[in-house]
């Protein structure tokens, strides 16, 4: 059985993820995905330079996906097809 990996972005200082939240009115948080490791850092070197190197990039199966947006606490996910513009496809988990 063939899974997608995808690519996170998680700080070192931390250990929190990169998330969005699309919706300023709410706390929804959604937990930035890419679809391969050079698009992750396309996207932190384009938008902020100035911290990219306090981040490292993380591969997850997406076997392993829902257990971690449940651990976490996330409302769902984007997909970021595009990491210079940026676009992003947000997507919820019921």
């Known amino acids: 059985m063939f899974s997608e ?3 996170l972005l998680r ?21 930035l995905l890419f679809r391969e490791n050079f ?13 990219a190197n306090r981040f490292s990039v993380e591969s997850l199966p997406s076997s ?3 257990n971690l947006l449940q651990r976490w ?6 997909i970021v097809s595009d990491p210079l513009v940026p676009n992003i496809e947000f997507l919820q988990q019921k």
Request: net charge negative.
């Open 5 to 7: 990996v995808y690519y």
């Open 73 to 78: 606490g996330f409302t769902g996910v984007g």
């Open 11 to 31: 700080s070192k200082a931390d250990g929190r993820y990169l998330v969005a939240y699309p919706n300023p009115d709410n706390a929804s948080t959604y937990l």
């Open 39 to 51: 698009d992750a850092l396309s996207y932190l070197n384009t938008h902020a330079g100035e911290v």
């Open 64 to 66: 392993q996906l829902g």
